[in-house]
């Protein structure tokens, strides 16, 4: 067995994910586990469905966090609005959107791609002009985030690109919620999913997941049962609705976590949130281009900062060198970009001016740059705001 | 939004789980936050795996925690183990049983439903006659520790019985594991899926699974993907395994508490502690029957003791007055059992002598009866041990 003494190492977590975990939300994570059915708990659901509409700035009533990671809160979504034979039309330019059509095949979806370089989005026109050459499509699925390329994909129009075909527009924020804007109601959004490990800072666990009026008609209109039990939706909002129906026992102490998580969130405020991403990301890519380093997206997450290994690099080197040396965590290239990839996040607690001088300070020797030169490209980067 | 600061009310969880969480537990859910492929996090994983091979008493590689709730188990159990058109036979006695069935139904299964009365178990004869009847099943579904009823499903034989002509055998033991004896490789089980908010006293939020030679063997001859992406073991085994291939983010904290939690059932061991939970059960029922309740099931499980309602008693008044006036949650029925049945938990950390005694306390005069009886009865089958 093991005898040995649960004792985490310090981090500074400035991977893909999971992010710094605040004090307070690894407090709240630890507080004494009561019922599921427990009148308090009942309170502790309410607060985070208030928070996380806050959060993906909805009214959707159906809004809450499924009982598992983040890539089932995107298996959430097609397993709901999606029935055996319905065409759906997929982006894929990254890891991300090729898994949602992985998960829409097997729920018997007809998947049309439409594909874009890695690292590249997509303009509105080109999502219409897939519609209307595939007329009966009936729910479009776009990646916000790419968290395996760092690109940022603008959904401003893409609701009612969608909307006047007839179809919904499904939308993974798992990387962006709480740390860019993600403006459900306002973009026409009808389903989005989450993370909780990312600008949430909170421990991996939960995946938030919002529907709108459209998703909700397109779930009652179903012909078949979801092919999923754990995550269908007819019970679950019973579960988390005035019935309270019991379907299966809450993570009560993640729940507890994502609350506090929500409400640091709310307390520093969305705007000034995002502006702090913005300002960090900025700093970290002057210091980074500094180092010679180029970045791999076109349209930059301001969370997750995605650069080409230089030629010649060891990439398993470097990152075990800042892991074990300086106890800093980047993440590796997923895919076609293992090997030839750094992802580094700005995400949540883990997105200060600390972060950015640790990690320019530890990176420039490692790659034989000049970090005195990365660490005033970025100073100049935060006196210019 | 919310500025309440989070404080869960002091509770004596008796209810069909969560049970009480221990501190040490509590300490490990929040200890800091690494990422999910740091190297210490994969040493936590290999302990957690190590620590319920030791738990399900199995030599299965394949033995993990999901990471999602017990529910999730199920599914996982089904979806990978069955594709459209299969025949499975299920043995339905109470909530769980029924449930297996939607489940595979979901999952294109061709159900076989063996029933027995609510309470009721099934005997191996029972299940071979059902065999026979349908020979081109190939897998039998059963509930070890039915929660809806409190039955206690002895597997030793069915394992034979299933294997003679050609089904796994897969086993709900979420309110079993580490309360009662759960031997999978002694009894022949495939696979077999448990919750970690029961008997192991972590909080709710992972669902321990084992899978078996001849379940691997099933799953590497499908023609068809696993309908579900998220549950998907042919890639879970590899982030679990050598290649520790990303699939998703597993819940790192929660792994940290169901290790630790893990690392106390072995510390007490598991042949002392089933003599607990045997030991407890024994005084609650006899202080309970001495209160003039009757229990549900023939063959009751020793950690949920499921007696009915006596007439004319206020069901949800009863449980109200005992978690309100005395920070005691016990569990109300399940369907047809509905303000007809409670459910009383003895799990985990929550199988205590106290437990027993300030529950009979509390609920003497909520009764009118004589709680002074009661507590001299449960005292004398203590002495008795």
New interface residues.
């Given amino acids: ?2 005898d ?1 003494q ?6 500074m ?1 400035m ?1 893909p ?2 992010s ?2 605040p004090p307070r939300v ?15 708990y009942l309170e ?1 659901m309410d ?1 985070t469905r ?2 996380l509409q ?1 959060t993906f700035r909805t009214e959707n009533t159906l809004t809450m966090p499924m ?6 809160g ?2 959430t979504c097609i397993v709901n609005l999606v029935e055996p034979g319905d065409h759906v039309l997929i982006g894929v330019n990254g890891v991300f959107g090729e ?1 949602m059509c ?2 829409a ?3 018997g979806a007809t998947v049309h791609r439409i594909e874009a370089e890695w690292g590249e989005t997509f303009t509105p026109q080109q999502i219409e002009d897939a519609l209307r050459a595939h007329p009966e499509v009936r729910l479009v699925g776009v990646v916000h985030a790419e968290t395996s390329t760092g690109a940022h994909q603008p959904l401003e129009e893409l609701g009612a690109v969608a909307h006047a075909r007839d179809a919904l527009l499904v939308v993974d924020a798992v990387t962006s919620l709480a740390g860019a804007p993600v403006d459900i109601d306002a973009w026409g959004v009808d389903a989005c999913y989450s ?1 909780t ?1 990312k600008c949430i800072s909170c ?3 939960l995946s938030p997941v919002t529907f709108g009026e459209r998703a909700l008609a397109r779930m009652d209109a179903r012909r078949t ?6 995550l269908d939706l007819s019970m679950i909002r019973a579960y988390w609705g005035e019935a309270r129906a ?9 729940t ?2 994502l ?2 998580a929500l ?1 640091l969130v ?1 307390e520093e405020g969305l705007e000034a949130r995002f502006a702090r991403h913005r300002l960090h990301h900025g700093a970290l890519r002057a210091g980074l281009e500094a180092l010679g380093l180029s970045y791999v997206p076109k349209r930059s997450l301001p969370m997750l900062n995605c650069v080409r290994v230089p030629d010649g690099v060891d990439d398993a080197g470097v990152r075990r060198a800042l ?1 074990v040396d300086h106890g800093i ?1 980047i993440g590796g290239g ?1 895919g076609p970009f293992k090997g030839r990839a750094w992802r580094i996040g700005l995400m949540g607690a883990s997105c200060t001016r600390r972060h950015v001088t640790a990690l320019l300070g530890a990176l420039g020797p490692l790659l034989g740059a000049d970090a005195g030169a990365a660490l005033r490209a970025a100073d100049e980067a935060y006196r210019a705001g």
């Fill in positions: 067995m093991t040995a649960l004792d985490p190492p310090s981090r977590l991977g994910g999971p710094d975990v690894l407090a709240a994570l630890g507080a004494p586990t009561v019922g599921h059915l427990d009148p308090y502790v607060d208030r928070l806050a009982s598992a990671t983040g890539m089932a995107m298996e898994r992985d998960v095949g097997r729920a993370g490990q421990p991996p666990g049962k979801s092919q999923s039990w754990y019991y379907h299966h026992t809450a993570p009560v102490n993640m507890y976590a609350r506090e409400r709310h892991l965590e997923l």
